[in-house]
């Protein structure tokens, strides 16, 4: 299975500052990536698809690139809202597989 | 609208089995190949298995494979996910995904609001 090696574990960040996420694969996955949202009580959500696509209905600031094995998820000028975990996960190989997560508190 | 709503979890015995359904509404559920993911409290996300539009294929990650079954009824916009010998590893929330495939990636862009299964004497 390839596994995605998710960094930090988690983060906290004021409103209107810039993070990042990175997940890192065990093996090339060109591309093959999808990032979620995860607030407190709820499912998932799709944020990022194909590594830098935005899902239709999410804000601009979520952006994503990468290439190889390494991807990373940036979230632009925080808003309340984005306070949860973020996990990726790579479809280049069965079985999907995610990465561990990234739990972002607001300040 | 996209909906999933998955029903069926509950407390069962070790060994015993259990089958969970997801009901979808809000499109045309013969067009999208579908998931189950679930996640153990507080921990990761892990998939369990994927089946295809018309039922033909099906995909199961290795320690479920032989025990949990996914299917789908078509006519009634249901999948479900029959699971047998259950073990206390298997303790996690359920959630129902639709799987969308996009030029060879496949992601799940909408989830159900999952259901509980507890594994336990």
């Known amino acids: 299975d390839i596994q995605m090696t998710q960094s930090p574990a988690s983060l906290s960040a004021s409103l209107g500052e810039t993070v990042s996420i990175e997940c890192v694969a065990s093996?090339?996955?060109?591309?093959?990536l999808a990032w979620y949202q995860q607030k407190s009580g709820k499912s998932p959500q799709v944020l990022i698809y194909d590594a830098n696509i935005l899902q239709d209905g999410v804000p601009s600031r979520f952006s994503g690139d990468g290439s190889g094995t390494r991807y990373s998820l940036k979230i632009s000028g925080l808003q309340p809202e984005d306070e949860a975990d973020y996990f990726c996960q790579q479809s280049y190989k069965y079985p999907p597989t995610f990465g561990a997560g990234t739990k972002l508190e607001l300040k | 609208e996209v909906q999933l709503v998955e029903s069926g979890g509950g407390l069962v015995q070790p060994g015993r089995s259990l089958k969970v359904a997801c009901v979808a509404s809000g499109f045309t559920f013969s067009n999208y190949d579908m998931a189950w993911v679930r996640q153990v409290p507080t921990k990761g996300l892990e998939w369990i298995a994927s089946i295809s539009t018309g039922g033909d294929y099906t995909y199961y990650r290795d320690s479920v494979k032989g025990r949990f079954t996914i299917s789908r009824d078509n006519a009634k916009n249901t999948q479900y996910l029959q699971m047998d010998s259950l073990r206390s590893e298997d303790t996690a929330t359920y959630y129902c995904?639709?799987?969308?495939?996009?030029?060879?990636?496949?992601?799940?862009?909408?989830w159900g609001q999952g259901v509980m299964v507890t594994v336990s004497s």
């Open positions: 995904a639709r799987q969308r495939v996009y030029y060879g990636l496949s992601y799940f862009d909408y």
């Open positions: 093996g090339g996955i060109s591309n093959d």
